[in-house]
Nanobody, 116 residues
Framework: QVQLVESGGGLVQAGGSLRLSCAAS????????MGWYRQAPGQQRELVAA???????NYADSVKGRFTISRDIAKNMVYLQMNSLKPEDTAVYYC??????????WGQGTQVTVSS
């Protein structure tokens, strides 16, 4: 089994910063990518940022220039540095891990709340 545990969420004022961390553990093999998604109340889950096994990154247009995804391969960790936060960034943020054969794992989510 694979477990993903997120941390680093919380309440921050607009313009502030937060850093999310995700620790992956368990029987992990053939990672193809890791990423962060978010889901606001009443909305669908959306991709925020992703990083492939080769290190290529992809960001939602709404966070480009403000958020940075990074990883520590040796520790099986992925991070999301969020700067210049806006109230519309408020959501539950989920860590995602993709491995071979199209298998995908999810964390339990961490709440990020940005006050205006």
């Amino acid at each position: 089994q694979v477990q993903l545990v997120e941390s680093g969420g919380g309440l921050v004022q607009a313009g502030g910063s937060l850093r999310l961390s995700c620790a992956a553990s368990g029987n992990i093999f053939s990672i193809t990518g890791m990423g962060w998604y978010r889901q606001a109340p009443g909305q669908q889950r959306e991709l925020v940022a992703a990083i492939t096994s080769g290190g290529s990154t992809n960001y939602a247009d709404s966070v480009k220039g403000r958020f940075t995804i990074s990883r520590d391969i040796a520790k099986n960790m992925v991070y999301l540095q969020m700067n210049s936060l806006k109230p519309e960034d408020t959501a539950v943020y989920y860590c995602n891990l993709d491995v071979a054969f199209g298998i995908s794992y999810w964390g339990q989510g961490t709440q990020v709340t940005v006050s205006s």
